[in-house]
């Protein structure tokens, strides 16, 4: 079974983003926002690390 | 509605969704541009500046997620700050904005008038009917 790599869905979300902001959608740019936070907290949690978002 | 009713609903609204972040779970919540919307109105009708970073916090949103609801409810002319998505800009609602969430706590108001009393029993149908 492949082990997905977080850091590349981060880079990922962020490039999303990124997009979705220039374009001025900021509805797609908040829900982004939000999977990459929860992303970095799940990182953040597996790597023993506190939570930015706890 | 007088001015000071509508704070008091939305205010009851924030509260109740706060309660609910402390007995169930941040995680399975989330509307911060309604969070936004409402603090504004509350604050607006305390004479008390709000700012995005302050509905963030108490909404429990994360920051970069709240700023871009405030730049999205700033381009729909709801929301009047700065317009680029600053937390720390003081923040007023629109004239659109004011009218929408007061039709918004109108109707609320009148479903929490409907609660109780109008319920009653249709005898076709056999079942109760709550208005």
Redesign the interface.
Known sequence: MNQADPSMFASQLESMIAFA?AQ?E??L??FL??A??RINAITATSQGLPS??E | MQGNEAAQIASAILSFRRYRLRALSPDIFGEPAWDLLLEVFVADAEGAPMTARIAAERSETPPSVMSRWLKHLSAKNLVIGDGDGNLDDELTLSGAGMAAIESVLLQARALKDGIGPTAGFDSESGRLDIR
Request: net charge negative; hydrophobic share 40%; charged share 15%.
């Open positions: 902001d001025g900021f509805v740019g908040a926002s939000q990459l936070d930015a978002t």
